[in-house]
């Protein structure tokens, strides 16, 4: 059932107040005023952004024999973005108030009213049209009828490559990472002799003037993206694209730990699917504010290959030397994009728990890979040998895991505020310790306690955090 709306904000507004007030999200330059829709990942979110790379490497790349890593520039030649259809088709339809100059995206804005798939095959036309005569008001004055026609907007950044003015080429900060992973296709290819089908997978930061920038780190101008290409035999593309929907789904069931209600399939209709593409699906979590899009699985035909053998004369072709046969290989893509994840793991995560006396806490039940640290150290006070002893154990465990070592506040506080990072285990050194050797180890979720011997707390949190 869905949530009335103010429970919504109202639960987006508490993730993002404990990403702040926890570091793992900061507002952008804030110390200037802030500089709208950019944030900074703070000392517990650039750990989770890094777990979840490590981990999508890890499934992608090295426990696969049959893709290969790669990092390719930003910048890329011009030519690039002429040949991949950018320049030319890489827009969102855009309409300003004539009022209050607020800027909206068409197709989100009909979509916010009237559901998925609303402005889907309408002209630019169609679209100022069917506004006009719905009589839609403006979202942020109100006023009706003073919308500007719909028209075509780039969303790529230009900049200037080269010191002289006049000599400065003009080129674009990348809107995706796959373009790159095209263009080194070749080169791939050729170093690692890899036979079709293989993949070659990439994490990287691409950029994109978002008209409607919006919902936290939702949808931002700068994010992080982690694309996988996988080149096949034409004609095996549609068992391809079906084993990577597969594969993506059990990853973030499975490996992310993501809630499995949280998440479906959305299969492209015909006349939503890009003219490159024979299928494409979004895997979609539910966000606070409703399904979005969190992962596009999409088969893009050799289209990409064919515009850059085009645009550059190189011949990208691949030989297949046992059938005697060259072609340009299908391509069947995964593109994830990392700050979405994140939200996703964050709004999984998050639960506001009563406990006795109408008492809340917060806790955050990240998957123990994914949390920012696997363990907090206790002293119960800040003298005779407690922390000493506290410091030891702490030593002892940081080559293994990321650790924190927790000296400041009452035990209670101590564990609150490691709830709302998510720390899987908490250990406390007190009296008994100095006597027999043994902590209190205390698990996040279920708040159970146990007293161990400090000889067996390596393998105790081996067995539990992979
Ligand atoms: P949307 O329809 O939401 O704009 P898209 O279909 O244009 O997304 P793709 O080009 O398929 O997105 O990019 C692959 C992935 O990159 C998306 O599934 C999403 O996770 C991520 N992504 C795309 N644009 C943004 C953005 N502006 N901010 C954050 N992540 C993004």
């Known amino acids: 059932m869905a949530q009335p709306k103010e429970k919504e904000e109202q639960s987006l507004k508490s993730i993002v107040a404990v990403s702040k007030r926890r570091g793992f999200v900061f507002p952008g330059s804030e110390i200037y005023g802030g500089l709208s829709n950019t944030f900074d990942y703070g000392p517990n979110g650039v750990e989770v952004l890094n777990n979840l790379k490590r981990l999508w490497w890890e499934y992608f790349v090295h426990r696969r024999d049959d893709i290969l890593g790669l990092d390719s520039s930003i910048l890329l030649h011009p030519r690039v973005w002429e040949a991949s259809g950018h320049v ?59 919308f500007t026609e719909a028209r075509q907007f780039n969303l790529m950044f230009k900049t200037a490559h080269g010191a002289s003015e006049e000599g400065a080429m003009d080129i674009y900060l990348r809107p995706e990472t796959a373009q790159g992973i095209f263009i080194n296709f070749k080169n791939v290819n050729q170093i690692s002799r890899k036979k079709i089908p293989f993949g070659i997978a990439q994490i990287g ?45 059990n990853w973030l069931t499975n490996v992310v730990g993501l809630k499995a209600e949280n998440l479906r399939v959305r299969e492209h209709a015909k006349e939503e699917l890009s ?53 340009l290989p299908y391509v069947v893509e995964p593109a994830l994009g990392l700050n979405r994840l994140f939200l996703a793991v964050m709004c999984d995560a998050y ?29 119960l006070m800040k003298k005779d ?58 698990e996040r979720d279920s708040m159970k306690q146990e007293r161990i011997a400090i000889t067996s707390l390596k393998s105790y949190l081996f067995e539990r955090i992979l």
């Open 385 to 442: 040998g407690l922390d000493a002893k506290a410091k030891e154990i702490y030593q002892d465990l940081l080559p293994h895991w990321y650790v924190d070592y927790d000296e400041s506040g009452a035990i209670g506080k101590r564990y609150r505020r490691h709830d709302e990072i998510g720390t899987p285990f908490c250990v406390t050194v007190d009296y008994d310790t100095l006597q027999d050797g043994t902590v209190t180890i205390r």
């Open 88 to 146: 030319s088709n890489f827009n969102d339809p855009l309409m300003d108030c004539k009022k209050c100059k607020t800027r909206l995206r068409v197709d989100k804005f009909l979509e916010d009213k009237e559901g998925d798939g609303a402005a889907t095959g309408k002209s630019l036309e169609e679209l100022t049209n069917h506004i006009k005569e719905k009589g839609y008001a403006c979202p942020s004055c109100g006023s009706v009828g003073t």
């Open 205 to 249: 930061k691409s950029f994109r003037n978002e008209i409607m920038a919006r919902q936290f780190i939702f949808r931002t101008r700068e994010f992080e993206q982690m694309e996988m290409e996988f080149f096949c035999e034409p004609g095996t593309q549609k068992e391809w694209f079906k084993y990577w929907v597969d594969y993506c789904m």
């Open 275 to 327: 003219f490159y593409s024979d299928s494409t699906s979004d895997i979609e979590y539910k966000y606070p504010f409703g399904w979005g899009e969190l992962w596009g699985v999409a088969s893009r035909t050799d289209y990409d290959l064919t515009q850059h053998e085009s645009f550059s004369s190189e011949d990208l072709k691949y030989h297949d030397l046992e059938a005697k046969k060259k072609y």
């Open 351 to 379: 639960e506001e728990q009563t406990l006795e006396k109408e008492d809340i806490r917060t806790v955050l039940h990240f998957g123990k890979r994914v949390a920012p640290m696997k363990v907090a150290i206790f002293p």
